[in-house]
């Protein structure tokens, strides 16, 4: 029996900054972001979006009533949660229309959180082979303002339906993970940006990467032209791009070629959207699937998950024959492409309106066009609306 990623869904709200305009009001050279970290676009998240929100709106492009009927199982990663107990999942249960019968938990790691809920549902589906399981990476990217971590912001969520006999990726039983206790990368209670050593934060991201790698030859005896595609978390998309260089040190012109290839085509998303977080790496699966000509059933795709703090894990799995079928014919191209540009000023005043430790607050959210959205707070008790 396969097991595997079965749909994939995406969403991030409709308003975007341009990375050089950006560049031009911090007084910095607009290639140091277009270039120096391969961004073009960045992803604005109005108050009227939040995790939930967003998880929903990703989930709803994807789920029939056939399979909400069968998920048993809502895993939801995140960052960027909305209370210290209540699970964003359970919100999401009612949203959706699931069942009752379901299990919904929220998991923590950082970027990798999204990695470990498709792992720990993959297990579930061996045991319960007629389950399936909602995996969901959603998280708003913040550093703040006019701060070096600033350009590598960004937000939305990915929605990722496993279950057996998948669609898109038959994922492979052996994986190789690795966890140090360090500080690149965190975000203490209270605070609403995130700190980050950055330097030293994608030094390690580069020695972990060689870590699973080079475990992950030891315990499969796959080799790199064993692979069609290799994805990379993706907080900037340079960082992934000099990760692959990494693996491809001495290998043969032909192959890093190809696999170049398809980095391009696997980071044209992440480019004009930005920084993720749990689900980076899976938005990065999605521009790989819609932009690639070349990739076909039985190609196999390496994945390398990192998440600061640290951890990581490097997996793999086959394409299947069905799998362009997984988007639910979603044109993610061209939803992107019909986003609306928000000057950096307006950009600016809804990064500041985000709705945090906010007891009482009515939202106007007549120009969000999105299916689910955040009308207010009442009592710090947060008011979602499905259109």
Request: charged share 25%; hydrophobic share 40%.
């Amino acid at each position: 029996m396969e097991i595997g990623i079965d749909k994939l869904g995406f969403f991030t709200p409709d308003l975007y900054v341009d990375m050089a305009k950006l560049a031009h009001a911090r007084q910095e050279d607009p290639n140091k972001y277009l270039i120096g970290i391969g961004q073009e676009k960045m992803s604005v998240i109005p108050p009227t979006q939040d995790v939930v929100t967003m998880a929903a709106n990703a989930a709803n492009k994807i789920l029939t009533d056939e399979d909400k009927k069968q998920i048993d199982f809502v895993i939801f990663a995140t960052e960027s949660g909305i209370d210290n107990s209540k699970a964003a999942a359970v919100y999401l249960v009612r949203l959706l229309d699931l069942q009752p019968n379901v299990r919904a938990i929220e998991v923590k790691q950082a970027c990798y959180g999204a990695t470990a809920g498709i792992q720990l549902a993959k297990e579930h589906v061996a045991f319960s082979p007629e389950s399936k399981v909602l995996v969901i990476g959603a998280d708003i990217a913040r550093y703040g303002l006019s701060v070096p971590g600033e350009p590598t912001q960004g937000g939305g969520a990915v929605a990722i339906l496993v279950s057996a006999e998948p669609r898109i990726l038959a994922l492979s039983k052996e994986s190789t993970y690795y966890t140090q206790d360090i500080m690149d990368f965190w975000r203490p209670l209270g605070k609403t940006e995130a700190m980050v050593d950055g330097k030293y934060s994608s030094n390690v991201y580069l020695e972990f990467l060689a870590q699973v790698w080079n475990d992950y030859q030891k315990k499969t005896g796959l080799v790199l032209k064993d692979f069609d595609a290799l994805l990379f978390h993706l907080p900037y998309t340079k960082l992934g791009l000099k990760g692959l260089r990494q693996l491809l040190v001495g290998t043969d012109p032909a192959l890093a070629a190809r696999l170049t290839q398809e980095f391009e085509n696997a980071r044209k998303f992440n480019q004009i959207v930005g920084n993720l977080y749990t689900g980076s790496l899976y938005l990065s699966l999605v521009s790989l699937l819609q932009n690639s000509e070349q990739l076909a059933a039985g190609s196999r795709i390496g994945l390398f998950s990192y998440g600061s703090g640290a951890e990581a894990e490097f997996y793999s799995g086959i394409l299947q024959e069905k799998f362009k079928e997984g988007l639910m014919g979603v044109d993610y191209a061209q939803i992107l492409g019909h986003r609306k540009e928000v000057s950096v000023a307006e950009y600016e005043e809804l990064f500041n309106d985000q709705l945090y430790d906010v007891e009482t607050r009515k939202l106007d959210y007549v120009n969000d066009s999105a299916s689910f959205i955040l009308t207010g707070v009442t009592e710090y008790q947060r008011q979602y609306l499905k259109k």
